[in-house]
Nanobody, 125 residues
Framework: QVQLVESGGGLVQAGDSLRLSCAAS????????MGWFRQAPGKEREFVAA????????NYAHSVEGRFTISRDNAKNTVYLEMNSLKPEDTAVYYC??????????????????WGQGTQVTVSS
């Protein structure tokens, strides 16, 4: 089992940057593909980015490609989401998720096995 704890959210202005972190427990962290999702009020949870177990492969939603970067440090059991050029429409609760032996092509929340509690990101205009 994997427990995930996100951090790094906050209130920023449009154009600013934030880096989210997701710390994982368990010795098998490197066996999981990892993803970031977000959910705005009244909307469904949506895929943001995913990274393979090795960190070699990544996948991004079109809405964030070129602005967000996902990375991971398996020695620290941590996955990151670097968010640049933030927009008000990026406002949401951001969740990290673990996908056992998963793929960066997995963009459906139902394909992920474990979830963190989420961290709020608010971007003001």
């Amino acid at each position: 089992q994997v427990q995930l704890v996100e951090s790094g959210g906050g209130l920023v202005q449009a154009g600013d940057s934030l880096r989210l972190s997701c710390a994982a427990s368990g010795r098998t962290f490197s066996s999981y593909a990892m993803g970031w999702f977000r959910q705005a009020p009244g909307k469904e949870r949506e895929f943001v980015a995913a990274i393979s177990w090795s960190g070699r492969f990544t996948n991004y939603a079109h809405s964030v490609e070129g602005r967000f970067t996902i990375s991971r440090d398996n020695a620290k059991n941590t996955v990151y989401l670097e968010m640049n050029s933030l927009k008000p429409e990026d406002t949401a609760v951001y969740y990290c998720a673990a996908d056992w032996n998963g793929s960066t092509r997995h963009m459906d929340p139902n394909e992920y096995d474990y979830w963190g509690q989420g961290t709020q990101v608010t971007v003001s205009s």
